[in-house]
């Protein structure tokens, strides 16, 4: 992991992963006011860096109205995120898209589930802008980063950002 002009560099894939400074802060603001009781998330957005060959998070959305929060699970609905999504598409001249998924584990170290391995399989293999997504876990301790590649799920990094 690396970090430089205010933004974190995720691991190693086919394309690089950076994430910016203010979306780490905030998945460190959820860590530090989560009681983890109940999962929660939403979709990372950003864009391709041609220079760099390069991902950039620069944005996410949070859990919306319709969206189911429980104990072991989240589920998304489009609703809301959806919306988020196409104005964020346009304002940007159509230059940020879905790179993702994110959400929420009651674990010191987050590791994907059984039901998050198969969803995060089922979304890669939809049609989107770029051939690789990711998907972040938020746990009590550390982040984890993971994407889908030839249909299996590989962990990409982790991230200590907060001491509770």
Known sequence: MQEQDDIINI?????QLDIASDIVAEFSEIQRKSDFQKETG???IGYYRSL???LLITDMTHPQRKDLMER???IR???GHQEIMDELWESSGYRKSYLGEWHTHNEKVPKP???DINNWKKISRRIHNFDELFFIIVGIECIGFWTVRNASVIEIGRMKIIMR
């Open 77 to 79: 609905r489009s609703t």
């Open 113 to 115: 589930s059984t039901v």
């Open 72 to 74: 072991f699970r989240f």
């Open 11 to 15: 691991g190693s894939t086919s394309v």
């Open 42 to 44: 939403g979709i990372l």
């Open 52 to 54: 760099c060959n390069s």
